[in-house]
């Protein structure tokens, strides 16, 4: 399989969150799995940071990434071209550009977002 984690199963996994559901952590996990996560969750997460939403660094979150063999998924034009096209079910432009990337690259989005489910892309539950 070939994963893209959504920002929350991120965040979930490096802190070990009861919130991450089973099979989830089982597909995370599994060294046979292509696991990446998107320059635009960095991010989002170096933006909740400097707001004080949240209290890890992307430094460490790169970094656990490394240890754990995943790749960063970088943003390209074709990606964006993507954007453009979706449609507005909500407003989220992180979540837009994730779902982009996803079809763009035939990956599975591993989110717990219930407006992921509006479109079409392929996914994953990533909660318990």
């Known amino acids: 399989m070939r994963l893209l984690l959504d920002t929350c199963a991120v965040l979930w996994w490096f802190d070990d969150s009861p919130k991450i559901g ?3 952590a ?22 909740r940071r400097r707001s004080g ?3 890890v660094a992307v430094a460490d979150v790169h970094y656990g990434m490394r240890l754990s063999g995943w790749d960063v ?6 990606h ?4 453009k096209e979706l449609p507005a079910h ?15 690259g035939d ?11 509006l479109y079409p892309v392929r996914q ?3 909660s318990a």
């Open 22 to 24: 089973p099979a989830a």
């Open 26 to 47: 089982s597909a995370i996990g599994d060294n046979a799995n292509i696991v990446m996560v998107s320059i635009a969750s960095l991010w989002e997460i170096a933006i």
């Open 90 to 104: 909500h407003r989220d432009p992180f979540d837009h550009l994730l779902i982009a990337q996803a079809i763009a």
């Open 53 to 55: 939403r949240l209290d």
């Open 107 to 117: 990956l599975i989005i591993m989110t717990d977002d219930r407006h992921i489910k």
């Open 124 to 126: 994953m539950n990533c």
């Open 80 to 83: 964006l071209a993507l954007v």
């Open 73 to 78: 998924l970088p943003i390209l034009p074709a």
